[in-house]
């Protein structure tokens, strides 16, 4: 499948990607947006954290600052 199938336009295009963080989980979710969308990637990808990997809904501030500075930029 690639991304045209998948309805992805061309463009830019941001990721995070959980097989690139240190996890016991052994995760390899990815998850991306458009590039106008980061806080919804950032609000994505701390549920999943908080919801899959055990972190404390108090530590969101901080996994969300940590998971910013893992944005990679993509262009499609």
């Known amino acids: ?3 045209t199938q998948l309805g992805v336009s061309h463009g830019e ?3 995070v990607n ?3 963080m240190p996890s016991e989980k052994n ?3 990815v998850i991306m947006a458009p590039s106008g969308q980061e806080d919804d990637l ?3 990808a701390v549920a999943h954290a908080i919801k899959t990997h ?3 809904e108090s ?3 901080a996994l969300r600052k940590g998971t910013r ?4 930029t993509l262009t499609l």
């Not at 500075?69 to 990679?72: I, L, N, R, S």
Request: net charge negative; hydrophobic share 30%.
């Open 69 to 72: 500075e893992q944005v990679e």
């Open 13 to 15: 295009w941001l990721e």
């Open 54 to 56: 055990g972190h404390k």
């Open 27 to 29: 995760c390899k979710l």
């Open 42 to 44: 950032l609000d994505a």
């Open 18 to 20: 959980c097989g690139k």
């Open 59 to 61: 530590e969101s501030e």
């Open 1 to 3: 499948m690639n991304t």
